[in-house]
């Protein structure tokens, strides 16, 4: 039977899987009010060393 499906061009398909106690109202507010936060770039980035010893040279 999948042979003769393909030959037709249908291709098997999964379905999205996703919780069943999905909130949707709560998604969309951590959307709207943490995800920003998350995604703004972090502040001045210095370069380091991993040494104790030997600070990195600038």
Do not use: C, F, I
Request: no cysteine; glycine share 6%; aromatic share 6%.
């Amino acid at each position: 039977m999948s042979y003769l499906l393909h030959r037709l061009g249908w291709s098997p398909q999964v379905p999205v899987h996703r919780a069943a106690e999905r909130d949707v109202e709560a998604v969309a507010t951590w959307v709207k009010e943490t995800w920003p936060q998350v995604e703004q770039p972090g502040g001045s980035r210095t370069r380091g060393s991993s040494s104790r010893t030997r600070p990195a040279n600038r």
